[in-house]
């Protein structure tokens, strides 16, 4: 059984950080593509970032690149996203989602993405 667990959401000030993990079973990790992404109360999902299955290409939103790190620990059946600079629009549920296949291209369109997380809270706030 294919499952995804998000974990590390939680409460940070404005220009905190946060890791998030993603911990996969029931498959081999290092066979897909993962990715992580975000909805923000009244908004819409938004692609946070990508990693390929060989962990050599990765993508990032505009909103986050610079601030944002994704990689992954195939022998630990992990991926992780370390969040710098946090601002109060980096609010979110925050879920990590896997790809039919290897490849990140396009990964905000959400196509390919059949297996979701229950997803993490973040919240920014003072």
């Known amino acids: 059984q294919v499952q995804l667990v998000e974990s590390g959401g939680g409460l940070v000030q404005p220009g905190g950080s946060l890791r998030l993990s993603c911990a996969a079973s029931?498959?081999?990790?290092?066979?897909?593509?993962i990715g992580w992404f975000r909805q923000a109360p009244g908004k819409e999902f938004e692609g946070v970032s990508c990693?390929?299955?060989?962990?050599?290409?990765?993508s990032y939103a505009d909103s986050v690149k610079g601030r944002f790190t994704i990689s992954r620990d195939n022998a630990k059946n992990t991926v992780y996203l370390q969040m710098n600079s946090l601002n109060s629009e980096d609010t979110a549920v925050y879920f990590c989602?896997?790809?039919?296949?290897?490849?990140?291209?396009?990964?905000?369109?959400?196509?390919?993405?059949?297996?979701w997380g229950q997803g993490t809270q973040v919240t920014v706030s003072s």
């Open positions: 989602a896997r790809r039919w296949g290897s490849s990140c291209l396009d990964y905000v369109s959400m196509t390919g993405f059949g297996y």
């Open positions: 029931g498959f081999t990790l290092d066979n897909y593509a």
């Open positions: 990693i390929s299955s060989s962990g050599r290409i990765t």
